[in-house]
DNA sequence: TATAATTAAATAGTATTCAATTATTTTGTC
DNA sequence: GACAAAATAATTGAATACTATTTAATTATA
């Protein structure tokens, strides 16, 4: 085997894992300007998407959504909280546990947000048939890899 | 139209870029135990992989392979000298630039992590066409992107 | 009931990202 | 050809994110 066999699956050409990474960062830098309009990150939208559909939520429930830790969680809520859109408070039942709850505030965001699927929806600019295959591929991954 | 209509794209279960990026760092994730072995991060991996295939580039080329800027670059590539693995000096023909060449230690290490992309690849489970589909979806998302 | 094991979140340290800055080279104009 | 303006490349600093460790609370077991 010639060296250049050898090292074959070294290639960065050769990388699943890498378009994957590289994609998903070029992705969150295209929702950046859009995301900047109402001061959010893309960590920071990602938990209030959860946040508006589910109202309350504790941060181990909210991780397991997000595919997020604590250590990450912690900093993005106590964030959030300042910027008065979440309510962070001690569970009475169990006290290790902090429930998130949304205020008016953060429901309000959600109108400001709605428009922005569609504006990354054209950036993308895959087929439905595309969108859907790629989506697949990656739930079946994640399900793969946990 | 109802409420839940009304938001339906801003739900986490209907996004693309979510699972794009969750599965991202889930993968990453599976590469530390055996990156740790070689006592490198996916970043620095990801640019020895550039090395061990170029031998020497500079700041700029290495950023456009790794779609990395040189703000991320730098510090990364600062950490990889100390450890010995390359060398950074700026060109003579071009000040501005700064060219990075691997180190005969950079080279070694190559043959550390050569086991590393058949590890992986039991991870991930998927078929080939199902590995060879989300490749091309994914570059072709890039492409769009940028 | 006391102790060990488990669970949940916070903290601390490291890595990564983005925006602004510095240094160098190139371009355009007189 | 000399000079200013524009463009290019990398670094720095501040903010964000990630991982491992610690702290606090609860549950299970001896």
Request: hydrophobic content about 35%; aromatic content about 8%.
């Amino acid at each position: 085997m010639n060296n250049e066999e050898k090292y074959e699956s070294l290639k960065l050409c050769n990388q699943v894992c890498f378009p994957l990474y590289a994609c998903s960062k070029e992705i969150i830098r295209k929702y950046k300007p859009f995301l900047d309009e109402i001061d959010l990150t893309y960590t920071q939208y990602i938990t209030m998407m959860v946040l508006w559909e589910k109202k309350s939520v504790n941060v181990k429930t909210l991780g397991e959504s997000l595919y997020l830790d604590s250590g990450t969680l912690t900093p993005v809520l106590k964030k959030l909280e300042s910027k008065g859109y979440i309510n962070r408070e001690r569970s009475n039942e169990d006290e290790r546990n902090l429930v998130v709850t949304i205020t008016k505030e953060g429901e309000n965001l959600r109108d400001k947000a709605i428009s922005i699927p569609a504006k990354m929806g054209t950036c993308v600019k895959l087929s439905l048939e595309e969108v859907q295959c790629l989506y697949n591929l990656l739930y079946k991954i994640i399900g793969n890899v946990r």
